[in-house]
T-cell receptor, first 113, second 113 residues
Framework: DARVTQTPRHKVTEMGQEVTMRCQPILGHNTVFWYRQTMMQGLELLAYFRNRAPLDDSGMPKDRFSAEMPDATLATLKIQPSEPRDSAVYFC???????????FGDGTRLSIL | DQQVKQNSPSLSVQEGRISILNCDYT??????FLWYKKYPAEGPTFLIS?????DKNEDGRFTVFLNKSAKHLSLHIVPSQPGDSAVYFCAASDGTSGSRLTFGEGTQLTVNP
């Protein structure tokens, strides 16, 4: 089965450091999503892309977060500088058009000390 | 503004019995609904979906019911198995936002042997 691949699976770093999370969407999927899951909330949408173009990043703190798709096989989510409140599990998902389910990677568990 | 709500954080049932997970929504523009299952340390896995033109969709042991007038959907699992123990997320999308999903907070289902 095709899968969304996320790296790294775990990341521990000190506050103030730059963090980069990567996602390889399923080949052929044209929509990529970044979600964050914290202990207190469900899955909150941070940003998403269609055909590599950003459609909505209103869920991201703009001053420190950035999301890009350098090519169709790679999506990145960067945090600079990182803060302890950014500690969460970050999920990437990819999908096709509306009416089709999104498929999730296994997430990056981020801990900012 | 929580547009998709799962009011029960947890549910415990006996193996072989029916599990019923509930979800309410407030946005009348939602027209596509999904259920995802999530095991610890893994990403959410798509389980079953339903379009707003239907009121029921069945796939093996899993059935989703949609009551548009009440803005309510439910997932029935019968018979429940210990392997069904996981967090279940309800999600919805509307025609104006493409394939973007809004998730509920999740319900932890525990099936006891």
């Amino acid at each position: 089965d095709a899968r969304v691949t996320q790296t790294p699976r775990h990341k521990v770093t000190e506050m103030g450091q730059e963090v980069t999370m990567r996602c390889q969407p399923i080949l052929g999927h044209n929509t990529v999503f970044w979600y964050r899951q914290t202990m207190m909330q469900g899955l909150e949408l941070l940003a998403y892309f269609r055909n590599r173009a950003p459609l909505d990043d209103s869920g991201m703190p703009k001053d420190r977060f950035s999301a890009e798709m350098p090519d169709a096989t790679l999506a990145t989510l960067k945090i600079q500088p990182s803060e302890p409140r950014d500690s969460a599990v970050y999920f990437c998902a990819s999908g096709l058009s509306k009416g089709q389910p999104q498929h999730f990677g296994d997430g990056t568990r981020l801990s900012i000390l | 503004d929580q547009q998709v709500k799962q009011n029960s954080p947890s549910l415990s049932v006996q193996e072989g019995r029916i599990s019923i997970l509930n979800c309410d929504y407030t946005n009348s523009m939602f027209d596509y609904f999904l259920w995802y299952k999530k095991y610890p340390a893994e990403g959410p896995t798509f389980l079953i979906s339903i379009s707003s033109i239907k009121d029921k969709n069945e796939d093996g042991r899993f059935t989703v019911f949609l009551n548009k007038s009440a803005k309510h959907l439910s997932l029935h699992i019968v018979p429940s198995q210990p392997g069904d123990s996981a967090v279940y997320f309800c999600a919805a999308s509307d025609g104006t936002s493409g394939s973007r999903l809004t998730f509920g907070e999740g319900t932890q289902l525990t099936v006891n042997p």
